[in-house]
């Protein structure tokens, strides 16, 4: 059946590069396989990856943002790089405007957006386009911040969580349609450095901190609802 998919980069400058699947279903979690990719340089960088809905219209995935290890010395950075698993290849793309770390991505209709982020707490929001390989600035998030999660649902993007000065619980939907934020049910459990993934038009909220949390918390976009799992 239909899965979330979790793919945790580097943490605090330690590699934790599990994969991990949830199965709403059977309400269970189930270990997969290493990532063989080396992510150590995109520490607290997103990846926008397709889960349910069209990622883009080739199925590749683009990692943007994150924090450049090179040398021990961290700087946040623009860089966009898609993967093609057909393959197994990269490739450099144009270059995210705002250079910045700990960011969320999410993709609708082909496209990818990467909202807030740090340093600071940022509320951009910058839309890339796949076929184009071009970026355009859209409509700000209202509440900035960073170390937040987003996905997918119904053709919206829904930006969850997150940090600014404590751990958030908004939840703010995006769409892109009309290029508008709308503020949502808030998340039961405030938290930043948490992942996110949508499953038959629901999202699921996992992890995250303050602490070393497992929480699992059910997003119902239709209902403006939330359900602890």
């Not at 793919?7 to 934790?16: D, P, Q, R, Y």
């Not at 270059?95 to 909202?115: Q, S």
């Not at 076929?131 to 829904?158: E, S």
């Not at 600014?164 to 009309?178: K, M, V």
Request: charged share 15%; glycine share 12%; proline share 5%.
């Amino acid at each position: 059946g239909d899965i979330a998919r979790i793919i945790a980069a580097t943490t605090n400058g330690v590699e934790n590069n599990c994969d991990v699947t949830y199965q709403p279903g059977a309400r269970q979690y189930f270990n997969s396989m290493q990532v063989s990719t080396n992510l150590s340089a995109y520490c607290y960088s997103s990846s926008a990856i397709s889960a349910g809905e069209v990622c883009d219209p080739d199925n590749r995935v683009s990692l943007d943002g994150g924090i450049n290890g090179l040398y021990g010395v961290g700087y946040h950075v623009g860089t966009n790089e898609e993967y093609d698993p057909a393959t197994n290849s990269w490739a450099t793309k144009a270059v995210m405007p705002t250079a910045r770390f700990a960011l969320a991505a999410a993709a609708v209709g082909g496209k990818i957006y990467a909202v807030g982020g740090a340093p600071g707490y940022l509320n951009t929001n910058e839309e890339y386009d796949p076929a184009a390989n071009t970026w355009t600035t859209k409509a700000v998030m209202p509440v900035a911040r960073y170390l937040l999660a987003a996905a997918t649902a119904g053709g919206k993007i829904y930006a969850v969580g997150g940090y600014n000065r404590s751990p958030l619980n908004t939840n703010e939907g995006y769409d892109p349609a009309t290029n508008t934020w709308a503020a949502k049910a808030v998340m039961p459990t405030a938290r930043n450095g948490l992942g996110a993934a949508a499953v038959g038009g629901k999202i699921y909220v996992v992890g995250g901190t303050p602490g070393n949390l497992n929480t699992n918390e059910e997003y119902d976009p239709a209902a403006n609802t939330w359900a602890t799992k």
